[in-house]
C-alpha cells in the first residue's frame, strides 16, 4: 500500500458491525475517534482531499442502485454497490480526485447487513442478469487489506447464479 490511514473516525453504532472491527483490528491504530452523531465534512475549495482519515459509517439508505449513466449513451443495466467514497490514492487521471463533496475517506461498515435483503431482490428478479460493481465511488481493491470486503462479497455473489 502506497498510502498511510492516520486517523479512524467511528461514527455512532458503526462498532457494532464487522467491517468496522476488522477495519480497526487491521489498522491497529490507537483507538478510532468515536463521535456520537455524523459530523458535517465540507471540502475545501483547494480541492485537498484527507486521504489520511478513514469514516466509519452505516449507510442509511439502500447501498444497491442503478449506475446513473450518461444520457448520450445506451444504459447497460449495470448496477452499483455503494460501498464506499473516495480513495486513498492519488491516480491524476480518476475522476474520484474531483466527485464527492467529503474530503475523507468513507466506508459504509453495513454491507454485509444489506447483502440480505440484496439477495431476496435479486432472487425475485428471475432470469435477469446484474452486473454488480463497487469500484464506482471507491477504489474497493485499495481499501480491501483493511475493511476485508473480499472476505464477504465474492461468496455472495458466488450464491447467485444471476448475478456478475
Known amino acids: 500500500m502506497n498510502f498511510k490511514i492516520k486517523t479512524v473516525v467511528l461514527e455512532k453504532g458503526a ?5 468496522a472491527k476488522r477495519a480497526v483490528e487491521q ?3 490507537s ?3 468515536r463521535v456520537d452523531e455524523a459530523l458535517p465534512v465540507q471540502r475545501s475549495d483547494d480541492f485537498d482531499l484527507d486521504k489520511g482519515t478513514l469514516r466509519l459509517l452505516s449507510f442509511p439508505g439502500e ?18 454497490l455503494n460501498i464506499g467514497t473516495n480513495c486513498p ?10 466527485y464527492f463533496n467529503q474530503p475523507c475517506l468513507r466506508v459504509f461498515v453495513n454491507v454485509e447487513q444489506q447483502l440480505e435483503a440484496i439477495g431476496r431482490a435479486l432472487h425475485l ?9 463497487t469500484g464506482e465511488f471507491t ?3 485499495a481499501l480491501d487489506p483493511i475493511v476485508k470486503w473480499t472476505q464477504v462479497l465474492p461468496s455472495f455473489v458466488a450464491e447467485h447464479e444471476n448475478v456478475v
Open 15 to 19: 462498532d457494532k458491525y464487522s467491517f
Open 125 to 133: 428478479s428471475g432470469a435477469r442478469i446484474f452486473r454488480i460493481g
Open 89 to 98: 490514492m492519488d491516480c491524476s487521471y480518476c475522476i474520484l480526485q474531483a
Open 27 to 29: 489498522l491497529q491504530s
Open 139 to 141: 477504489d474497493s481493491l
Open 31 to 33: 483507538g478510532p475517534v
Open 63 to 80: 447501498l444497491l442502485k442503478p449506475c446513473p449513466g450518461t444520457r448520450e449513451y445506451l444504459c447497460c443495466g449495470y448496477q452499483i
